[in-house]
């Protein structure tokens, strides 16, 4: 059965650095998504993507953020410049197609910011 | 005041155990889905739902649009089943909104 794979699964990065996050969606899904979940919080939205174009993005999206499909497979998350705030669990997800569908989520990449 | 909100927090069971964990929600849906969430962190989705009732294998989810509720419900319950059970809803715009989770362990 296809599947959301997400690398790294573990990254660990000091302050300041710059971190891409690695989604590779479910190969005829058209909208992707990112979420986060800090330890011991609930998953947030993060932004979702559609037409090589953000539909939407979340207050946590600012500019220290930034998405892209580079090519037809992968789907990236940028974190320009981490915070120690930014540790959490990324996951990222996709969907067929518009309106109402199941979103299917990779295992999560978890980030350490040092 | 959070958007969605499950009860319990954690749940505990004895095998073979009818479990109940409970959503509700404050805000007009379009869907409302149910998530496992494994140990290791992994997410999976087990439903979504617009109304009535869907039934997979021994979990069953409901959801009453008018009273803004929804159940999930695991019949004759395992170890294997401990997980955090999670509600999200979906709005207008289709990013999920989730509940905090209800931690559920199974004991043999």
């Known amino acids: 059965e296809p599947e959301v794979t997400q690398t790294p699964s573990h990254q660990v990065t000091q302050m300041g650095q710059e971190v891409i996050l690695r989604c590779v969606p479910i190969?005829?899904?058209?909208?992707f998504y990112w979420y986060r979940q800090i330890l011991g919080q609930k998953v947030e939205f993060l932004v979702s993507f559609y037409n090589n174009e953000i539909s939407e993005k979340s207050e946590i999206f600012d500019d220290q953020f930034s998405v892209e499909r580079p090519d037809g497979s992968n789907f990236t998350l940028k974190i320009r410049s981490t915070k120690l705030e930014d540790s959490a669990m990324y996951f990222c997800?996709?969907?067929?197609?518009?309106?109402?569908?199941?979103?299917?989520f990779g295992p999560g990449t978890r980030l350490l910011v040092l | 005041k959070n958007e969605v909100e499950q009860s319990p927090q954690n749940l505990t069971a004895q095998e073979g155990e009818f479990i109940t964990i409970n959503c509700s929600y404050s805000v007009g849906i379009s869907a409302l889905h149910w998530l496992q969430q494994h140990p290791g962190g992994g997410i999976v989705s087990l439903f979504m739902l617009s109304s009535g009732k869907k039934k997979h294998g021994r979990l069953i989810a409901t959801i009453n649009i008018q009273e803004k509720h929804s159940s999930l419900h695991i019949t004759a319950s395992h170890p294997r089943d401990s997980a955090v059970y999670i509600c999200?809803?979906?709005?207008?715009?289709?990013?999920?909104?989730f509940g905090t989770g209800t931690r559920l362990q199974v004991f043999p």
């Open positions: 190969s005829n899904h058209l909208y």
């Open positions: 997800a996709s969907k067929k197609g518009q309106g109402v569908e199941t979103q299917y």
């Open positions: 999200a809803v979906e709005r207008n715009t289709d990013k999920l909104i």
